[in-house]
């Protein structure tokens, strides 16, 4: 979990970890806890409130203890992609889950943050905002964090949303029969995308082969791009 130390009693080995969207969290340490700074092993002594941290723990008993803590000198800032799981618009919270996090991320939605949506053009070219942040959007998140360690999106492209259409054409990159899923690269961007589709559907697929030019009319459902037609160009 990450988050900022904002008090450490060293009486009682504990530290609190405010993350962002949740309640402080109490945090047990000892000797045997490894600290970091930017990557660097540092002594238990250095260990300061007002850090920003990553800490891995695990349950001893009923209480929470750090295995290891990694801090960063410089507010945590970057991008990601992945899913709408909630947005509070009353709040302007935006909790969104990727794959290559552990856990959601909570972000605030200032109302000056850029909302757009990027793609193909006539997705792209219609009008966006924050009635885009529906559960299941496909977005890409930039961030930063705020004096409190809190997540800030500075700008959010809605990729896709539940129910939009889109037409994908470029190289097959690979195929899966088994599953039921082929990725495509777009030459014109080089971008890549993970097609679902019915291989009972679409008998010819049973041809294709990595590097063909096929088209692919597909439909995003929340969670997967999923094919409605292909053909090989």
Do not use: C, W
């Amino acid at each position: 979990m990450g988050g900022v130390i904002t008090s450490i009693d060293r009486v009682r080995d504990e530290l609190t970890l405010k993350v962002f969207g949740q309640k402080p969290t109490k945090i047990l340490f000892d000797e045997r806890t490894q600290i970091f700074r930017d990557g660097e092993k540092i002594s238990l002594r250095d260990l300061t409130s007002a850090d920003h941290a990553s800490v891995q723990t695990i349950l001893d008993g009923i209480s929470v203890f750090a295995i290891s803590i990694h801090i960063l000198s410089r507010s945590p800032a970057g991008e990601f992609q992945g899913n709408v799981l909630n947005y509070n618009p009353e709040t302007r919270t935006l909790t969104v889950g990727a794959v290559q996090l552990h856990d959601p991320i909570r972000l605030l939605v200032p109302v000056n943050t850029r909302v757009f949506r990027e793609g193909q053009s006539p997705f792209s070219s219609a009008s966006s905002g924050v009635s885009d942040l529906v559960h299941g959007a496909l977005i890409s998140v930039t961030f930063e964090s705020d004096k409190d360690g809190r997540g800030v999106a500075s700008q959010i492209a809605i990729l896709a949303i539940p129910g939009s259409a889109f037409v994908f054409s470029g190289n097959l990159s690979s195929l899966d029969m088994h599953t039921g899923s082929l990725v495509l690269v777009d030459p014109r961007d080089d971008k890549t995308y993970q097609i679902s589709f019915d291989p009972a559907r679409f008998p010819a697929s049973q041809n294709l082969r990595e590097g063909a030019r096929i088209r692919v009319v597909a439909t995003y459902d929340g969670t997967r791009y999923m094919a409605s037609a292909l053909a090989v160009n």
